[in-house]
């Protein structure tokens, strides 16, 4: 009886604050990386770092440099700690990505991530989001992201899809589909012009979450279906 219950026995494990001369600091609630930076290393961008050693030391799995993911995830980072872009103005990367190698587990799994054209986006399930995260990102086709892409700055003030027609008469609508655009005609007045390109976009939006459904996050093809424009965007 006495060999038994020892042999049942929960062993538990008390994580130190330095373990091995690697510091160990994380957020409370936020999902830490298997391995932390060492002390003394020279960051990526100030933040970014690679266990692929450490992980081979252990015999554990690991990314090469030369992968596709790699690429994918410098980016992030001189987006986030870099780039003086508007669109990426405080954002982030979430602690457990600044590791490469986590970044990397996460990326081969996603739907698609051999797909030459597949896009990281950090704000189509969320619009205010600013992190980089699992939680949050997902990868996408280019034609899909460039429908959630914010253009105000580069059309000035008349509404998404309408341009004022020669001569000023009337408001002629178009949409950017599959990377071309597409004459949708013209109307008398811009509120009609507007409707014509919304629907249109409706519309498109369907055909795209038909055309990707089983092939890319489920969560983005339940956002492209619920998707629709608003005249002030």
Known sequence: MNQDFMQDRVKTIYVLPQLAGIHLDYSLGEEAPLFAPPRDAKLLYGVGYDSAERRKALGLPYHETTCRSHRRWI?????C??????AYAGCTVCRKWHDFQEFADWFV???CASE???ELDKDILDPLNTVYSP??????P????QIFRDTRS???????GVTIA????????????YGESVYLGKRHNIIEAFEAYKAAHRKYCNELADRYEGAIDARVIERLRSYTRHIHD
């Open 166 to 177: 020669s001569r000023g008469k009337g408001f002629i609508t178009r949409l950017s589909k």
């Open 75 to 79: 980016d992030m980072l001189r987006r």
């Open 142 to 145: 280019r034609v899909m992201n």
């Open 81 to 86: 700690y870099e780039s003086e872009a508007t």
């Open 116 to 118: 030459a054209d597949m």
């Open 154 to 160: 580069q059309r000035g003030v008349l509404p998404i």
């Open 109 to 111: 799994d996603q739907p």
């Open 135 to 140: 939680e949050f990102c997902s990868l996408v």
